[in-house]
């Protein structure tokens, strides 16, 4: 499928709700997408600017496959320009004219080889723009038994999104704040989008966590946690985990580091309406362990990426029955 259509004597791009009117010759925002005169070209389609076998932990995903890797892959470029982005030396530069590309195939063989592998995220820069070398690893990734994962910041037009949930079985999309102000002066996008990409992934099934990197003076007021976590639970469920994460200083924002205090206030805020809620970027705070949301017991113990399966029976809790994780394996203990 191709997301352009013709407007004068420039070409829109359809796949993320900037709709960037680009000239020939010309990329839209996120620096990738370039009208080569008649059509829209992906400039990054093979070019891999990280590659690692992660814990899928680390994706954030703690309901997904807990213990197992996953092969994280990325590229260059993003749609939106967050200028506290923890990862700008990729995803606010593009590096053009590289020869050596990587191809699904490729990716393919490394993620069968990896053992404990459950198969390929994207991740790292933006992969919404990267769509047609997603599209082309994933589908032979889920063709081969394994697994997709997509981190994402969530600005995605409906008809892309329809297509990635034709592909991906789960993501993590950055909710970055619950405030549009903070979307437009800082991101350079919008929030609706992101809530109404977040709804179309719940209600596809899709297993989903969401995370929102928590900014000193500027997305961490309490009450807008409140009015988050209440949304959460109403659109999507008591169950979707939600992941607050440290901030610290990068690229352009110089803020100090978020205090643990606030983490924890904002933590105890979403946990009233959530069941999961965790704090990252920050071990030796509470907010890292998995309980049930029934009894109480301990399900699953965290020690950075380390995990210990400790009141788990299968994928529920061993106390009493709960379902706690949809997808868990053997080799997860």
């Known amino acids: 499928m191709n997301f ?13 709700p900037h709709n960037c009117k680009i000239a020939e010759g010309k990329t839209g925002i996120c620096g990738v997408r370039k009208n080569t005169g008649g059509k829209i070209e992906l400039l990054t389609y093979g070019v891999i600017s990280g590659f690692a076998l992660d814990p899928v932990e680390k994706k954030p995903l703690y309901h997904f496959f807990p213990g197992m890797y996953i092969l994280s892959i990325g590229s260059y470029g993003c749609n939106m320009r967050c200028d506290f982005c923890q990862n ?3 995803s606010q530069h593009v590096i053009a004219g590289i020869s050596k590309k990587v191809t699904p195939d490729e990716i393919l063989s490394y993620s069968l080889k990896e053992k404990n592998n459950i198969g390929i995220a994207f991740t790292y820069n933006e ?10 690893v ?3 990734v889920k063709e081969a038994g394994q697994s997709t994962v997509m981190v994402t910041n969530g600005y995605v ?3 892309a999104l329809k297509e990635y949930l034709q592909f991906i079985d789960a993501f993590n999309v950055d909710l970055k704040a619950f405030d549009n102000n903070f979307y437009k002066s800082l991101t350079g996008a919008s929030l609706e989008p992101v809530k109404e990409s977040i709804r179309m992934i719940a209600k596809a099934g899709k297993h989903l966590e969401l995370t929102t990197l928590v900014i000193p003076g500027r997305n961490d007021n309490p009450g807008d946690m ?9 659109e999507l469920g008591r169950d979707v985990p939600l992941h607050l994460s440290r901030y610290f200083p990068m690229y352009k924002r110089n803020d100090p580091p978020t205090p643990s205090e606030v983490l924890i206030q904002l933590y105890e805020i979403a946990s009233q309406y959530l069941d999961y809620v965790y704090i990252g970027n920050a071990v030796q705070l509470t907010g890292q362990n998995t309980y049930c949301p029934q009894c109480g017991n301990l399900i699953t113990k965290r020690d950075g990426y380390h995990i210990r399966h400790v009141g788990l029976l299968g994928k529920n809790c061993s106390k009493c ?3 706690i994780y949809r997808y868990v394996t053997s080799f997860s203990s």
């Open 4 to 16: 352009y259509k013709k407007a004068d004597d420039r070409l829109i791009c359809t796949l993320c």
């Open 88 to 90: 700008y030396h990729i």
């Open 127 to 136: 992969p919404v723009i990267w769509f047609e070398y997603v599209k082309d």
């Open 138 to 140: 994933a589908v032979k």
């Open 157 to 159: 037009t409906h008809e």
């Open 226 to 234: 409140e009015k988050e976590a209440k949304w959460i639970a109403t």
């Open 321 to 323: 029955g709960r379902e």
